[in-house]
């Protein structure tokens, strides 16, 4: 699995892309856009990943496959609340090929799903940050 290093300090950046990333899902769901809204919920997992890896561990993945991500959350965050999370981020991942590359578009009731899987999954990156 490759990883990068990243100075530890530099979680709070990727913690801000998520934020940022999920106010922007939040308003694409309010605007009934919803290839937008679960793309940002994607990313805002990514992101909120990215930030409880270098915060707690000083790496980030940089394998082209995202479920990578995954793996490297659930061999470095052992306990049971990381793996109810990286079950959330799991769910994030398995519909990013769907969202980008596939032709169909993204139902209501499947963008307010997959929002769901990024607001429980930054919940949690938030509680285990503070």
Known sequence: MKTAKIAKALYKN???????FRDTMRNSLSS???NAAALNA???GISANDAVLTCFHGIRSISPKHDDA????????????AKTAANHLSKLIY???????ESRLF?????HTIAKHA???VEWVESVLS
């Open 32 to 34: 009934s856009n919803w």
């Open 119 to 121: 607001e429980r999954f």
């Open 42 to 44: 994607i990313h805002t």
């Open 95 to 101: 519909a990013k090929n769907l969202v980008e590359y």
């Open 14 to 20: 990727y913690l801000q892309k998520a934020l940022e």
């Open 70 to 81: 995954v793996k490297l959350l659930r061999d470095l965050m052992k306990d049971e609340k």
């Open 107 to 111: 139902s209501q009731s499947e963008a």
